[in-house]
């Protein structure tokens, strides 16, 4: 039960339209879906360990006012330059674009950083936490139910790769373009907004 339970927590993550939803579809749709799973790699490495941040009791550490200011800094930071890049961006569309293995390592960085460099997302789960350690009080459970959640979120963002790739025929570089520029414009207002929020 607390794995359905933790599975359903974890898709329902999706109705969450962050800065890594952008960057991953844009990853996924411009470069591949190995790049794309890349990303996806490194925002769940993130979550893995806000999630044992959580569980050791070190949020308390994350919440300092201090701590959370200097975090969300970071993080404004980091998507401030993502929405930048993007703006100035050429679209170009590729029947396949090689990438070399090397050259994946950069792209789990940034779905990690930007992940992990939001303070939003360390409220989230400090909140599952909290709410799974209330009504599990069975370590091995609440185990279970935090791993669930974990493979929820993996899914939706694996899901979004794929399907990313299925649309890619349907695009013109002018829509591509179109979109690179929409993408820029919505990080650029995330990272004011998260600068906002911690100040």
């Given at each position: 039960?607390?794995f ?38 490194g ?16 949020s ?21 330059g ?16 090689s ?13 990690f ?32 139910f ?54």
């Open positions: 039960m607390s359905i339970e933790g599975y359903v927590i974890g898709l329902g993550m999706i109705i969450f339209i962050g800065p890594v939803f952008f960057l991953l579809l844009n990853s996924s749709f411009q470069y591949g879906t190995k790049e794309g799973i890349a990303v996806a790699l925002i769940i490495v993130s979550d893995i360990i806000c999630v044992l941040l959580c569980y050791y009791g070190l308390k550490f994350i919440t300092i006012e201090q701590n959370e200011f200097w975090i969300g800094v970071i993080g404004s930071v980091i998507v401030f993502l929405g930048v890049n993007y703006l100035f961006k050429k679209a170009v569309i590729t029947a396949n674009v990438m070399n293995t090397r050259g994946l390592h950069v792209f789990f960085i940034k779905g950083s930007v992940n992990f460099f939001n303070p939003f997302v360390f409220a989230v789960w400090i909140g599952v936490f909290q709410y799974g350690k209330s009504k599990y009080s069975d370590q091995g459970v609440l185990f279970v935090l791993t669930s959640v974990l493979l929820g979120i993996l899914t939706t963002d694996l899901l979004k790769v794929f399907l990313s790739k299925k649309v890619k025929r349907f695009i013109s570089p002018k829509r591509l373009s179109t979109f690179f520029k929409v993408t820029g414009v919505i990080l650029i207002i995330f990272s004011i907004r998260l600068l906002y929020w911690v100040l």
